[in-house]
Nanobody, 123 residues
Framework: QVQLVESGGGLVQAGGSLRLSCAASGRILSINAMGWYRQAPGKQRELVATITRSGRTNYVDSVKGRFTISRDNAKNMVYLQMNSLKPEDTAVYYC?????????????????WGQGTQVTVSS
């Protein structure tokens, strides 16, 4: 089985920084795209940033210039460095990864989600 586990959330004042980490573990053959999503109370989950295996990145406009996504392919990890945080960044942040995994001789590829980590930015 594959698991994604996020860490690094917390409470921070506006203007502060946090770094989120997500570790993928299990019977993993390869990981393609990885990304971070967030869901604020009463709102739909939205894409924050994605990164391909080769390192190409994509960001939602509201975080461009403030957030940086990166990954360590050797460790099966993805990170989100969040600077200049704003109260509107408050949400539960979820890690997502497109993973090819195996069970015996059976191989499958699909998206996996972490359990989420809370980020709260106070004004």
């Amino acid at each position: 089985q594959v698991q994604l586990v996020e860490s690094g959330g917390g409470l921070v004042q506006a203007g502060g920084s946090l770094r989120l980490s997500c570790a993928a573990s299990g019977r993993i053959l390869s990981i393609n795209a990885m990304g971070w999503y967030r869901q604020a109370p009463g709102k739909q989950r939205e894409l924050v940033a994605t990164i391909t295996r080769s390192g190409r990145t994509n960001y939602v406009d509201s975080v461009k210039g403030r957030f940086t996504i990166s990954r360590d392919n050797a460790k099966n990890m993805v990170y989100l460095q969040m600077n200049s945080l704003k109260p509107e960044d408050t949400a539960v942040y979820y890690c997502n990864a497109q993973i090819t995994d195996y069970s015996g001789s059976y191989v499958s590829s699909r998206g996996y989600w972490g359990q989420g980590t809370q980020v709260t930015v106070s004004s």
